[in-house]
């Protein structure tokens, strides 16, 4: 198991940028893959991006690619969400799970989550 603490959520105009951080504890980060989720209100929760835990190799949503960049510091046990071309439709919250499958069926791997960070995108 892993817990989670999302942060670095906002309101932004469309084309901005924000970076969402996810500080994880519980077991060794370096062993997980990791990645990021996001809910809209009124929709289910849907896979944004993850990272591999060996070779550190992304994979995006469709609707993200080119915008949105993962990342992670195994030495500060931190995974990043860079965001930037912000959109009206990234308006959610976003939060983070240690995740299972490989690309392109990245699933969470835990049922448990963190409070999430909320972005909101204007128009």
């Known amino acids: 198991q892993v817990h989670v603490v999302e942060s670095g959520g906002g309101l932004v105009q469309a084309g901005g940028s924000l970076r969402a951080s996810c500080l994880v504890s519980?077991?060794?980060?370096?062993?997980?893959?990791m990645g990021w989720f996001r809910q809209a209100p009124g929709t289910e929760r849907e896979f944004v991006a993850a990272?591999?835990?060996?070779?550190?190799?992304?994979y995006y949503k469709e609707s993200v690619k080119g915008r949105f960049t993962i990342s992670r510091d195994n030495t500060k046990n931190t995974l990043y969400l860079q965001m930037n071309g912000l959109k009206p439709e990234d308006t959610a919250v976003y939060y983070c799970?240690?995740?299972?499958?490989?690309?392109?069926?990245?699933?969470?791997?835990?049922?448990?989550w963190g409070q999430g960070t909320q972005v909101t995108v204007s128009s």
């Open positions: 799970n240690a995740v299972s499958g490989y690309a392109p069926n990245y699933r969470p791997k835990y049922d448990s």
């Open positions: 519980g077991r060794t980060f370096r062993d997980v893959a």
């Open positions: 990272i591999n835990m060996n070779d550190g190799s992304p």
